[in-house]
């Protein structure tokens, strides 16, 4: 029965330390040429809530991932908004003409061809993805 009860005290422990360690880690990225500097959290935000309208000294063009955890952790931890909060946020700026809607793309790849390939490009990508083509300005 201890022994029962080492093992099963032992698998807590192993799933206890093991969960910080499998949260989606990811960067806020521009292309690897661009005039951006590093960010803090609250300049990041200004610019994916639409607030700030350039980057690096272009025009801001904000690339968002469509879903999964990587958008659900930069939603929630980096904007403090998410899901439908985040949806009727943008709404109302597009429908007011105060901003034009963020595009969307399917993952890490597309956001680094988009970053790449357009003058102030700004978006987010998991941190296994970074490489040469891009620089990081801010990690979550």
Do not use: C, H
């Amino acid at each position: 029965m201890t022994s029962n009860i080492k093992i099963i005290a032992a698998l807590g422990l192993a799933v206890a330390l093991a969960s910080p360690f499998d949260a989606e880690a990811g960067s806020v990225v521009v292309a690897a040429d661009s005039g951006a500097g590093a960010m803090d959290a609250e300049a990041v935000r200004r610019v994916f809530l639409g607030r700030e309208t350039s980057v690096g000294g272009a025009q801001a063009s904000v690339v968002y991932q469509r879903g999964g955890a990587l958008r659900d952790s930069f939603d929630k931890d980096v904007l403090g908004r998410a899901g439908a909060e985040l949806t009727s946020y943008w709404s109302r700026l597009v429908f007011t003409g105060k901003a034009k809607a963020p595009e969307e793309v399917a993952n890490d790849a597309a956001v680094k061809a988009k970053v790449a390939s357009t003058p102030g490009a700004i978006g987010y990508i998991d941190d296994a993805s970074v490489d040469g083509s891009v620089k990081v300005l801010f990690t979550f």
